[in-house]
């Protein structure tokens, strides 16, 4: 079926320390869609990719989408306690969610 | 204001029973959703209405019945509970399908 796969499915890091989620799907992606779900909380949106190698920032987030537009990546730089959460992405359209990328950061 | 509001927040139920929760929201979109998210926090959509009109409908048991009296709610009915049951229950809104998605604050079921 259509799957999203993300990796990796946890990531503990010192606070401080980069992370980094990778999305990949076998088909081509007409947009993804990032999501940020804190510990008992739901998810919140936090970017769309549409276009080819597209790169957008937000603060010490950077998002990519693959030039095939079939991969995508989340990247924080330093981070910090307040970025723990889980980090989802999901496929445009059906809106199907890849598993999800866990982060712990130790002060 | 809450944008997309679910109730109730938590619901512990028996085996058997039959239960609703209800979804709500206050932005305008004309597309909502229903997902759940299992204890391994994997996201699944249920099913998706769009001005009131099913349009995604995945492989969930007929057990469970989405209704959509207007544009603003998507409540969803669940009969006779299993123990298989029991996930956070996720009501979002988009405007369009495949948007930007505004999630409810979640119910947690609990089946005994």
């Known amino acids: 079926g259509q799957q999203v796969m993300q990796i990796p499915q946890y990531q503990h890091v010192q606070e401080g320390e980069d992370f980094t989620t990778y999305c990949n799907s076998s088909?081509?992606?007409?947009?993804i869609q990032w999501y940020k779900q804190r510990p008992g909380g739901h998810p919140v949106f936090l970017i769309q990719?549409?276009?080819?190698?597209e790169v957008k920032k937000q603060k010490r987030l950077t998002f990519q989408f693959g030039e095939a537009k079939k991969n995508s990546s989340l990247h924080i730089t330093a981070t910090q306690t307040t970025d723990v959460g889980t980090y989802f992405c999901a496929k445009g359209g059906k809106l199907i969610f890849g598993q999800g990328t866990e982060l712990s950061v130790k002060p | 204001d809450t944008a997309v509001s679910q109730t109730p927040k938590y619901l512990v139920t028996q085996m058997g029973n039959d239960k609703s929760i209800k979804c709500e929201q206050n932005?305008?979109?004309?597309?909502m959703y229903w997902y759940k998210q299992d204890s391994k926090k994997f996201l699944k959509i249920m099913f998706s209405y769009n001005n009131k009109e099913l349009i995604i409908n995945e492989t969930v048991p007929n057990r469970f019945s989405p209704k959509s009296p207007d544009k603003a709610h998507l409540n969803l009915h669940i009969n006779s509970l299993e123990l298989g049951d029991s996930a956070v229950y996720f009501c979002?809104?988009?405007?369009?399908?495949?948007?930007?998605?505004?999630f409810g604050p979640g119910t947690r079921l609990t089946v005994l």
């Open positions: 979002a809104s988009s405007h369009g399908q495949g948007n930007e998605q505004f």
């Open positions: 088909t081509t992606l007409s947009n």
């Open positions: 990719l549409v276009k080819s190698g």
């Open positions: 932005l305008g979109h004309d597309t």
